[in-house]
């Protein structure tokens, strides 16, 4: 059974680009978190979705930030017109219930 | 309310030793705690959780230690290895609006020197 994929692992843009981050769960999950980490902190929850559905996105800034998990392929967190202060490392979490979360190994973008 | 503060911030520890580090939290809606362990360039991973009914939680070398009426919990790391050396994640998970969420301590950077 394969973990929690995220892809890219690497991600570069440039002020004004957008990003797109993608996370396959593993199979069975029906449950995604996003989380960003900036260096030397830890995890800050964004949003956490089921199929088709946004449950809690109360993490996610209003603005240039939206995320979705479609009925079929990977969660997708997207961020528009990307800054400077957007670079961080951006970790998946999926779990098949409320308690257990597995993490994927996380994309870490840059702005430049 | 909603915060979860973990300390040390990082810990040196000799091989052999044991390594302790701590969490508090103030909102007694937690109902489930979890530690993570990360090593570098990678995503967090379970390393053992614990209930707020259960005051202890062994697996290995690996302790959980909860005292509820303090609301602060513990991981011990008996005889202490390099290979130890990761970051370490407390968290606490709650209910709220009909849906889960957990709340992470801000890291403690474990170095157990060999």
């Known amino acids: 059974n394969a973990g929690v994929m995220q892809n890219p692992r690497h991600l570069v843009r440039r002020r004004g680009q957008e990003a797109r981050l993608r996370c396959s769960p593993m199979k069975g999950h029906s449950h995604v978190y996003w989380y960003r980490q900036l260096p030397e902190e830890g995890l800050k929850f964004m949003v956490y979705?089921?199929?088709?559905?946004?449950?809690?996105e109360s993490g996610m800034p209003k603005e240039r930030f939206s995320a979705e998990f479609p009925k079929e392929g990977p969660s997708i967190l997207r961020i528009q017109q990307v800054v400077r202060g957007d670079s961080a490392a951006y970790f998946c979490?999926?779990?098949?219930?409320?308690?257990?979360?597995?993490f994927g190994p996380g994309t870490r973008l840059t702005v430049l | 309310q909603q915060q979860v503060k973990q300390s040390p911030q990082s810990l040196i520890v000799q091989k052999g030793g044991i390594s302790i580090i701590n969490c508090a939290y103030e909102n007694t809606a937690f109902d489930y705690f979890p530690w993570y362990q990360q090593f570098p360039g990678k995503g967090p991973a379970l390393l053992i959780a614990?209930?707020?009914?259960?005051s202890e939680k062994k697996e290995g070398r690996f302790t959980i230690s909860f005292n509820k009426s303090a609301k602060q919990f513990s991981l011990h790391i008996m005889d202490s290895q390099p290979g130890d050396s990761a970051t370490y994640f407390c968290a606490a998970l709650y209910a709220t609006s009909g849906t889960y969420k957990y709340i992470f301590g801000t890291g403690t950077r474990l170095k157990v020197l060999a």
């Open positions: 614990i209930r707020p009914d259960v």
């Open positions: 979705l089921q199929k088709e559905n946004i449950i809690d």
């Open positions: 979490a999926s779990s098949p219930d409320k308690e257990s979360q597995f």
